[in-house]
């Protein structure tokens, strides 16, 4: 029992895909403009993610390696476009203002880099604890920078009035730079909390760092980066 | 409006006020994490408008004439599916017959199924009506916006390396801010917001 | 049947891959079709319950009905709103093109060709907290009462007859909102000069 919940709790905190990871920083950066839109992205992965964390596992023995990532991506697919379908039948609102990020969950590299790190090698019920560890803390990780550029960039947070109208809202903060700064600081605090706690800064750089390492055929070989270094020495 | 007004204001959108990577923010994973050398930088983004523009080409008609009426809840994975085969058919191609090109862009390929960059602009491509001559332009102006993007990015962090960084933001963060940097200068094309 | 055998073991790994990718993908669109068949009716429900919200907002009235005029051989939609059998005004529905994308607008108009209020149904692909304003009501209720021609005043610009003050840094956006308002008038021109030689 133990055990399972570390699988839970990883994703939340130790290994927070966004701040941790560095995995699915597109919709990070775009969604993040309301704190409700945060919220909306952060679920409508975590559905996708455990969905297809359960599949995957469930068909880890069956699909040939040879035709494994088509076959993940194939299957992420599907959940994101029922996902798709729900969430326009019953949640218009947030249709309309996730539109192209919706369907593009489906290259979200957390999901297709859990499916080929965790559940292509584990059994369902780790599989799913995983996946919704991993969701959960997409979800917090979004809706937390959701408040901070809503806050600052409109004075509000979840659409509730808290400085607007007193203070003139920074709406530089709603646009692109306001998302990759408040991205950047989020990120240098949980560095600052992981070096206290003697682990790992973030550092992004190489292989090790790439959130396609996990299908990279290449990664191992040092890939991309590696090839450059050995050319510039 | 005639053709060439409007192609050239689809190229200009694409390449400055509406640029893929710093105000879409679509394919931002590749220009965080290869864009440490401007080579790198320029081979990865030469790729990825090559595998746009072919993608475009191919999902605009499959699009049009068979999912279009009845069978739209097919298109992500349909599109999807696609792109991983033109991605996996470029590779094969580029090897047997242009083996420099395979040696220089080779090792960025199997990185470009999975760049949201790809598979969101064949889909803005049909969301927003846009016609087949419009749609290739669109995907050419969306990758050279990436490769401009990639480049001027790439050059800043080469200089960020001998910089003196406070401690606090080495490593990821340093690159967030400069990202956020240069994509407050691409605002100015538009002067402020729209 | 031993040749088929050997067939099969000799292109074993060509075969099974192949197979389960088929089978994958079979299943995949059994199951949307499935969900699309459950969830169709629903979403064509909200989109026509949305559709039908926004019209009584704009311009209440009994009855909506669905017609069309050429204007500049062009076909053109518009619903014709019905109160106790007189007609009160038309309601158009136009996508223009704004910052970065479509912004949708609802535009009702009276029966002598003037703007009864106006609505921005989507503004989501425009700059949240700029473009994204004009679909503030403080934005849209500026349009009412204004005729055929209307201009943009951008922010600071003293109000004369018949414009109206862009929101704020959001020229682009404010100016597509305009321009779907301005061609709904000139549609309901059209409209109204069909309705009347068929009076006579």
């Known amino acids: ?55 995957i596992s469930l068909l880890r023995k069956v699909i040939p390696d040879k035709v494994r990532i088509p076959a993940f991506i194939t299957i992420i697919a599907g959940f994101v476009s029922v996902v798709q379908m729900f969430v326009k039948a019953f949640a218009p609102s947030i249709d309309k203002s996730l539109g192209i990020f919706l369907p593009l969950i489906v290259v979200n590299c957390i999901i297709l880099a859990r499916a080929e790190m965790f559940a292509s090698k584990n059994s369902v019920l780790p599989s799913v604890l995983d996946g919704l560890g991993m969701g959960i803390g997409f979800t917090c990780t979004l809706t937390l920078m959701g408040m901070i550029r809503e806050f600052l960039g409109n004075g509000t947070v979840f659409g509730l009035t808290v400085t607007a109208g007193h203070i003139t809202p920074m709406i530089i903060f709603l646009l692109p730079p306001g998302g990759f700064f408040v991205f950047g600081i989020l990120v240098s605090l949980s560095n600052a909390l992981a070096k206290k706690k003697g682990k790992k800064i973030v550092e992004h750089i190489g292989c090790e760092n790439c959130p396609s390492r996990s299908f990279c055929e290449k990664a191992n070989e040092g890939a991309c980066e590696e090839k450059e270094a050995v050319v510039n020495e | 409006m005639n053709k060439v007004t409007a192609i050239t204001s689809i190229l200009l959108a694409g390449i400055l006020t509406n640029n893929m990577v710093l105000s879409k923010f679509l394919g931002i994973c590749p220009f965080l994490g290869v864009s440490k050398k401007v080579k790198t930088a320029l081979s990865m983004s030469i790729a990825v408008t090559l595998v746009m523009v072919i993608a475009t080409a191919v999902t605009w008609p499959i699009d049009t004439y068979i999912l279009k009426d009845n069978l739209n809840y097919l298109q992500t ?118 | 049947m031993d040749k088929i055998k050997e067939l099969f073991a000799k292109n074993k790994e060509i075969i099974i891959p192949t197979f389960v990718m088929v089978c994958i993908c079979i299943v995949v669109t059994l199951a949307l079709s499935l969900t699309n068949s459950l969830t169709k009716e629903k979403i064509v429900e909200i989109e026509a319950k949305t559709q039908n919200d926004s019209m009584k907002e704009v311009l209440t009235a009994d009855s ?60 989501t692909s425009e700059t949240p907290g700029l473009g994204q304003n004009t679909a503030n009501e403080s934005f849209y209720s500026q349009y009412g009462g204004l005729k055929k021609g209307i201009s943009v005043l951008k922010s600071g610009g003293s109000k004369d007859a018949n414009t109206i003050n862009a929101v704020t840094g959001a020229t682009i956006s404010s100016k597509a909102v305009t321009s779907a308002v301005n061609k709904s008038l000139d549609y309901c021109g059209a409209v109204i000069k069909a309705s009347e030689s068929e009076g006579k």
């Open chain 1, 1 to 55: 029992m133990g055990k399972n919940l570390k699988y839970f709790t990883n994703g939340i905190l130790e290994e927070n895909p966004t701040l941790r990871l560095v995995l699915g920083t597109c919709p990070t950066l775009a969604v993040t403009t309301a704190a409700k839109n945060g919220i909306g992205m952060g679920l409508a992965a975590t559905a996708v993610l455990v969905c297809s964390n359960a599949a």
């Open chain 2, 77 to 194: 994975v349909v599109f999807i599916l696609v792109i991983a085969a033109i991605v996996q058919l470029i590779e094969i191609v580029l090897k047997k017959y242009i083996p420099p090109i395979y040696k220089a862009l080779g090792i960025y390929l199997p990185l470009i199924t999975t760049n949201c960059a790809v598979l969101g602009i064949t889909l803005l491509n049909v969301q927003n009506n846009l016609d087949f001559v419009s749609s290739l332009f669109n995907a050419f102006a969306a990758g050279t916006g990436f490769l401009l993007a990639m480049i001027l990015f790439a050059g800043v962090r080469e200089r960020l390396e001998t910089a003196d960084i406070p401690e606090f933001l080495k490593g990821l963060p340093i690159t967030l801010i400069a990202a956020a940097l240069v994509s407050l200068s691409f605002l100015g094309f538009a002067g402020i917001g729209g």
């Open chain 3, 64 to 123: 909506y009905d669905k017609l069309s005029v050429t204007y500049e051989n062009e076909k053109i939609e518009y619903y014709e709103a019905k109160k106790d059998g007189k007609t009160e005004g038309y309601i158009f529905v136009i996508a223009e093109k704004g910052y970065g994308g479509d912004v949708k607008v609802m535009c009702a108009v009276n029966t002598d060709n003037t703007v009864k209020s106006v609505k921005v149904l989507d503004a």
